[in-house]
């Protein structure tokens, strides 16, 4: 296959999924990686995609926003790693806000049935989790639920952010860096996730590798925000120390 066509299959690929990603193209072509990253830079030249980190996303979607369903299968390892580190950030009997995220979720499942938290989350899967577990102290914030990601946002969610303080806040988002700071798609959630954000003494955020280098429409704040960052290895050495100069520090479970 010749590099244009390889191009426009890689195109047709990002606009019917959303995003690729740099190694699951180059094995579907039996080529490098760096000829994939070639072929997105010639891409990305062209006004057709825009380069992410490990992949592209068609030009013109920084509104894309995948499913419930497809979120919670990506990067499924990684997620685990980073829920399981995060465990070492919670606040002995202290309160916690977990914020509708993938990640964030698993972090509750994976909460201790020992542990004695009081939980306040605006995100309907990890409201459910948690309901049962005999430890937790669970107050679920109320208002409009977003079908797409079963968060509550709006008015009654930003003011039921503002009566609280909460020991840490355990953030998700779908886009971070030091260029551009926290965003996600919808301007609804960004505003809760601001919210959240200002009723927390401490911000951890839990992100995977694959968002580093993201940028979508709405941004809700910068890595100044954020105290600790827990994300992956594929995140790089370089890559964590830029992060971490700028006073957020960084694990890459």
Do not use: C
Request: charged share 30%; hydrophobic share 45%; net charge negative.
């Amino acid at each position: 296959m010749y590099a244009p066509e390889r191009q426009q299959e890689i195109l047709r690929l990002a606009r019917e999924g959303g995003r690729v990603d740099v190694v699951s193209l180059a094995e579907e072509f039996q080529v490098t990686a760096e000829t994939i990253r070639r072929d997105l830079k010639a891409l990305d030249r062209a006004g057709l995609v825009r380069r992410v980190h490990g992949g592209a996303i068609p030009a013109g979607r920084l509104d894309f926003e995948p499913d419930l369903a497809e979120r919670e299968a990506t990067a499924a390892d990684e997620k685990d790693r980073i829920a399981r580190a995060a465990l070492a950030e919670l606040p002995p009997g202290g309160t916690l806000i977990l914020d509708a995220g993938t990640t964030v979720a698993r972090l509750a499942a994976a909460l201790p049935l020992e542990a004695e938290l009081t939980v306040v989350t605006h995100s309907l899967p990890i409201a459910a989790r948690l309901a049962d577990h005999p430890g937790i102290q669970l107050h679920l914030v109320g208002g409009r639920v977003r079908h797409r990601t079963r968060a509550a946002v709006d008015a009654w969610a930003l003011r039921a952010y503002t009566e609280i303080r909460a020991d840490v806040l355990f953030l998700a988002a779908n886009g971070f860096s030091a260029a551009h700071g926290l965003t996600t798609p919808d301007l609804a959630e960004a505003a809760v996730k601001r919210a959240a954000v200002a009723a927390a003494r401490r911000v951890v955020l839990l992100a995977d590798s694959a968002k580093h280098g993201q940028e979508h429409f709405a941004r809700f704040g910068g890595l100044d925000d954020v105290d600790l960052l827990i994300t992956d290895s594929g995140l790089d050495a370089d890559e964590a120390g830029a992060i971490e100069r700028e006073g957020t520090e960084v694990v890459r479970a």
